[in-house]
T-cell receptor, first 112, second 114 residues
Framework: EDKVVQSPLSLVVHEGDTVTLNCSYE??????LLWYKQEKKAPTFLFML????IEKKSGRLSSILDKKELFSILNITATQTGDSAVYLC????????????FGKGTLLTVNP | NAGVTQTPKFQVLKTGQSMTLQCAQD?????MYWYRQDPGMGLRLIYY???????DKGEVPNGYNVSRLNKREFSLRLESAAPSQTSVYFC?????????????FGEGSWLTVV
């Protein structure tokens, strides 16, 4: 059974701190790993990673994938209160190209 | 550009009642999905439709049925609602790609069964 595990489950930091969120996976026939940000409503897409060692960046957010060790990290530098959200990791795998396995998410709270 | 639109946003049902959640996407995506999200459980796939005319069960299909009405629309039906179906429901769609999907979500439907 495919499995995606995120850590920590929750995290409280102060504005300006740097955070690292972790995602490990055990899947058959890995295709890609995706990160989403979920505030009060729908998850919104952040990154899709398919190759090891290639960092994806978007402003203060960056992510990298290690396919040998089966994990990914999401970094957020100089955090702001607007970064407070649940961050979801999902892995596309297997013979089917049509569904993802989601982790339970990391709840990030950034205090002023 | 509306993306993925689902209705209703909020609904309260009595046990045993039936209802249909509607979903439409305007991105010309082939694949559509229904997820439910419960506290501490993450997102779990109920049903998906890889392309128009096909539907398949996901992780938690019991108590639900779906219809892929056309390429744009994918509905989820609860025939006899149970309190265990109290949840937030997300419809989503994606373009099929070789390396995996980028799934775009609707705003969610909050369903309470009493």
């Amino acid at each position: 059974e495919d499995k995606v595990v995120q850590s920590p489950l929750s995290l409280v930091v102060h504005e300006g701190d740097t955070v690292t969120l972790n995602c490990s996976y055990e899947v058959t026939n890995f295709r890609s790993l995706l990160w989403y940000k979920q505030e009060k409503k729908a998850p919104t897409f952040l990154f899709m990673l398919t190759s090891s060692g290639i960092e994806k960046k978007s402003g203060r957010l960056s992510s990298i994938l290690d396919k040998k060790e089966l994990f990914s990290i999401l970094n957020i530098t100089a955090t702001q209160t607007g970064d407070s959200a649940v961050y979801l990791c999902a892995v596309s795998s297997g013979g089917s190209n049509y569904k993802l396995t989601f982790g339970k998410g990391t709840l990030l709270t950034v205090n002023p | 550009n509306a993306g993925v639109t689902q209705t209703p946003k909020f609904q309260v049902l009595k046990t045993g009642q039936s209802m249909t959640l509607q979903c439409a996407q305007d991105m010309n995506h082939n694949s559509m999905y229904w997820y439910r999200q419960d506290p501490g459980m993450g997102l779990r796939l109920i049903y998906y439709s890889a392309s128009e005319g096909t539907t398949d069960k996901g992780e938690v299909p019991n108590g639900y049925n779906v219809s892929r009405l056309n390429k744009r629309e994918f509905s989820l039906r609860l025939e006899s609602a149970a309190p265990s179906q109290t949840s937030v429901y997300f419809c989503a769609s994606s373009v099929q790609g070789h390396s995996g999907n980028t799934i775009y979500f609707g705003e969610g439907s909050w369903l309470t069964v009493v």
